[in-house]
Structure formats: C-alpha cells, structure tokens
C-alpha cells in the first residue's frame, strides 16, 4: 500500500514538471563556462548578469555586518523595509511605507511565492523573461501569453489585455508588467501605463511590475506604473541589475496597503520554506537603497556606458540585417535575423535553438533563443546580453571621459570581447 501511494506521489509531481528545463539563463552560463573549461573561447552573452561591480560603499557595509548571525523578521529587517519605503518615496514618486514591504531571497523566489499564494490565472507578453512561464507550470497556474510585435517594440498593449478579460471579467489574474524588458530593453511611455493602469482596475488585476531594471533606464527616465494603478499593483525589485549584486540574491516586493493580505499570506509561506533572507546582506542594502553621491555617479556612469553600447551594438545588428526594437534600458536586445531565413534552412537550421547552437559552436558567441522567451520555435529571434565586458574597467574609464556622451571609440577600448563578438556574428552571417 506504502509503496502504491508512493507511486502516485511521483506521478503527480512528475505532471508538474514535465517538459520543463533548468533555467535557460543558468544553462547557457554552465554551458559557456564549460566550453571555457575545455579551453574553448566563448562570449558571454547569454546570461544576464550585471558586468559591474557593487558600489564599494556596499561592500564595506557588508564587510561590517559579516558578523550577523542571527535570524531576522520573516518579512525582512525592520530598517531596510524603511529604506526600500523611503527610496520608493524618492525614485520612484509613489507613498510607500515600511509595513507595506517584503524582503526576500531575490525577486524570482517572491514572485513565485506570490503566484502559489494567489490562486489566479497568468498573463504575461511574449517574449519574456524565462522563468514566469515555467513557475506557474510547477504550481499548475494557467498561463495566457499575450502576442506582442516588433514594430510596437514587443509592449504589452491595453486592447489585447481587454480582450483577454472581457470573456470572463471576475476571473482573478495575475499581469506581470516587466520593463526596462528582459530580454528586448523596450520600456513603456507614460501614455501606455496609463492606458494600462486602467484596464487593470477595471478587472481588478493583480498587477507585478518587475522593475528590476527600472534604475538602469538609459536616460535614467523610468517611470512605475504603480503611480497610476497604486491600488492593484506590487512593485518588484532587488539588488541585482542595477547594484551588481546578483548572486547576493535579495528582492523586494512593494505592496499597496489594500494588498497586504497577500504580503501576510506570502510570509507564512516563507517562514516554512527559506525562513528569512541572508542578515548580512540585509544590512548592507540598507545603504544600497539610503543611496548617495557616489551611488548616483556609479549609476550616472553605469547607464551612460549601457547607452553607448546599446548604440554601438544597434549599428552593427543592422549591418546583419537584423531587426528589433531599439533598447531603452537594462543590458538586452532582441534581433530578429529571419533575414537569413532561406539560407539557414539550407543550412539545416530551423529553430531559434538551432541558430544558438550553431552560432556557439561555430563562433562562440553564447546567446538564448527566442523560443525560450515564449515566441515561435521556427522566429529566429535571439536574445542578447551585453555584459561580457570588464565593468569596474569601463566605469573608470567612464569617469575620466570628456565626452557627455560616450563614442563608438569607447566601446571598442572598454568592451573589446562585444565587439570580437560582433564581428564573428558578422562573417558568420555573410558567410552563409
């Protein structure tokens, strides 16, 4: 009977994850530091991880609270919910306060806590980041992608948003809003959220705004949702995209006060799973989100340097006859080379997967196909993160520039494997 029951366990949980993947993201950078492993070169470009490094202010904080070691609030340390309320108040121009702030071991584990706590449905626009699909499969949530297009720079828009909840307007939903995106860097004109925002309140949508790369906006121009739709939406962020601090895995959720019930239902789900998040790296973003002088240069100089290679990349992708929205934000884009289409499937190249895999093997340029953002296996869209170069490098060099905005010379000092990787994607494509 024991090993009857046993067995339909396994069943259950194998439905659960079947078809499913490790983390695309986290498969291509094993994959590339293997290759780098077997003395095989290889650019980076395929997982999104900061290339610059944490302010050192950060780091000394860090350093000084090594020592703590005791258990913290479930819902995170009393100080820094007060800063991550007091940095909303002043980046962000929303009312936020501390009580209405959850802290957690990264923003992936928060937003997968919320959709196990939310019985709801999942919208999300494709392409987007490659874990909001997958989450809601392991907890059987039904998912409804939204298509976006090129032209409208992948953007979310309100008519379909309407049309997918006007059938059955009750229903509760979750919307997951990502912008700067992962993976095309377009954002969303204030017109747009605004149009947004009311669609949302008219179904009473749950609405994530995963503004993690919300600090990194090119131009330092980012503008969140929650000022328009404050009452349904939870504004998602961390430290890893615009602090360098990825692998310190800590994430914020901020709630409105007419959603805390489902900050509390989260935290109990948290105080049986991960307890609370690392002490010493609460402490220390306490003085990533105080921020100061020299935390606004780093982020100054950080953008700028983003900007010039955003620039310098569009260039060269359009020489490949490649087309995508231009980046706004973040460190991503998203080239569509259906260009070559005819001369890759004489190549026996059908799919996004197997454009990635021959451009790697062939070029050691690491990339993610499209397909594992939601489009269609046989789109050859491709997502590209600029980020193998030596930040700490550019960033010093940024200082020292002259020049208010910084040059194709810049990034072809500064970031010299982006390009190398460029120009083997080049010959490779007129090659073919």
Excluded at 201 to 222: A, F, P, T, W
Aim: aromatic share 10%; charged share 20%.
């Amino acid at each position: 009977m024991g090993k009857k029951n046993s067995t339909i366990i396994d069943i259950n949980l194998n439905l659960n994850v079947r078809g499913l993947r490790p983390s695309a993201t986290l498969a291509i950078n094993e994959k590339s530091n293997e290759r780098l492993q077997n003395c095989q070169n290889v650019y980076k470009l395929g997982l999104g991880q900061s290339p610059f490094p944490v302010p050192n202010e950060v780091v000394e904080s860090l350093k000084t609270y090594a020592y703590k070691k005791d258990y913290l609030p479930v819902k995170g340390l009393p100080e820094l919910r007060q800063a991550v309320a007091d940095h909303n108040i002043r980046v962000n121009k929303i009312d936020s306060r501390p009580e209405n702030i959850l802290i957690g071991p990264g923003s992936k584990e928060l937003i997968f806590i919320l959709q196990l706590v939310y019985y709801g449905d999942l919208i999300i626009p494709t392409p987007s980041w490659v874990s909001y699909f997958p989450q809601a499969r392991i907890i059987g949530r039904h998912v409804n992608w939204v298509p976006t297009i090129k032209e409208n720079g992948y953007r979310l828009t309100p008519e379909k948003l309407d049309l997918i909840c006007r059938t059955d307007p009750g229903r509760p939903r979750i919307v997951i809003l990502n912008y700067p995106s992962n993976p095309t860097g377009s954002t969303y004109t204030i017109d747009r959220l605004k149009e947004v925002a009311e669609v949302a309140r008219k179904y009473k949508i749950v609405l994530i705004s995963d503004e993690i790369y919300g600090m990194i906006h090119h131009q330092g121009k980012h503008v969140s949702i929650a000022r328009f739709y404050p009452e349904g939406t939870i504004i998602s962020s961390g430290l890893s995209k615009w602090c360098g601090a990825g692998g310190w895995r800590l994430g914020t959720f901020t709630f409105p006060a007419a959603l805390n019930w489902l900050m509390d239902a989260m935290s109990i789900v948290a105080s049986e799973t991960y307890t609370a998040t690392s002490a010493p790296i609460q402490y220390a973003a306490i003085t990533a989100f105080n921020g100061s002088d020299s935390i606004s240069e780093y982020l100054r100089l950080s953008r700028k340097i983003l900007k010039a290679i955003a620039r310098y990349l569009s260039s060269r992708l359009e020489k490949m006859h490649a087309t995508f929205p231009k980046p706004e934000g973040a460190f991503y884009m998203f080239p569509d080379f259906s260009y070559y289409k005819e001369k890759l499937n004489a190549k026996g190249i059908y799919t996004s997967v197997e454009l990635c895999d021959a451009l790697l093997d062939e070029t050691g340029v690491a990339l993610l196909p499209g397909s594992d953002f939601g489009r269609q296996p046989d789109e050859f869209t491709l997502r590209l993160a600029y980020v193998d170069f030596n930040g700490e490098k550019a960033l010093n060099a940024a200082a020292l520039s002259k020049e208010e905005i910084l040059q194709d010379a810049f990034v072809e000092t500064n970031c010299n494997r982006l390009v190398k990787a460029m120009r083997n994607m080049d010959e490779w494509f007129n090659a073919l």
